[in-house]
């Protein structure tokens, strides 16, 4: 069999397949993704809820593993870490181990690297003390309907010391439920007063009433009160 030959026949039996995929109801894109997955990149896997923030003298344990479609996944086992070299930019925030296990040090910015031959991986993070605190602005706010109002989170340390922010704080405000029909009692939340939008922290008034902003991680929450006229 000459190469043309082989050629034809492995188009084919890919063709076949993509056929078979779509002749069942299975777009071909996702059999291209399910393809992919046998030549899947390395990956960077971590926590992200314990890297923003990162508390001193806690640590994070940093995996290698391979992309899955869009997420990066991780295996049980520990011996790929030790193949790379691990490093930080931020030797006064962090410091990494051989085995990519990351401990705090001082409030910061981080980012660890991962390098083995001619590939590099990297993550970023916040490191902040054990005593950190945190405020929502404003406390306390009056909008009329239509208007757009946004919600800032300020960190600080146990002297007042502002922190970097972390990206990834949530809002949110009282979970609205729709009542059932012929239920014996009403949902506890009116309808939403506030809309969330695209962009972070911002809500639209939508109706006159009081509603509470809440602004929370971990065991860390903050609560604003907004009035809707």
Not at 63 to 68: L, N, R, S, V
Not at 128 to 154: C, H, N, Q, S
Request: proline residues 7%; positive net charge.
């Amino acid at each position: 069999m000459n190469n043309k030959q082989k050629e034809f026949i492995g188009f084919g039996w890919v063709t076949a397949i993509v056929l078979s995929f779509g002749f069942i109801g299975i777009p071909v894109w996702n059999f291209l993704g399910f393809v992919s997955v046998f030549d899947s990149s390395p990956c960077l896997k971590y926590n992200s809820s314990e890297v923003e923030p990162l508390i001193v003298g806690k640590t994070t344990k940093l995996k290698i593993g391979t992309t899955d479609f869009s997420e990066c996944m991780a295996g049980d086992s520990t011996q790929s870490e030790k193949q790379w070299v691990w490093s930080s930019d931020s030797a006064g925030v962090v410091k990494v181990s051989a085995e990519g296990i990351v401990t705090g040090i001082a409030p910061g910015n981080f980012a660890v690297f991962a390098k083995k031959g001619g590939e590099t991986l990297s993550m970023s993070g916040i490191v902040y003390p054990p005593d950190w605190t945190l405020r929502i602005l404003p406390e306390v706010a009056t909008v009329r309907v239509g208007d757009r109002i946004t919600f800032k989170m300020i960190f600080s340390d146990s002297k007042g010391r502002l922190l970097p922010p972390v990206t990834n704080f949530p809002f949110s405000t009282p979970y609205y439920q729709q009542s059932i029909p012929g239920a014996p009692s009403k949902s506890p939340h009116p309808e939403p007063l506030l809309a969330e939008t695209k962009s972070a922290g911002t809500f639209q008034a939508l109706r006159p009433g009081t509603v509470t902003i809440t602004g929370g991680m971990g065991d860390h929450t903050r609560e604003a009160k907004v009035t809707i006229k």
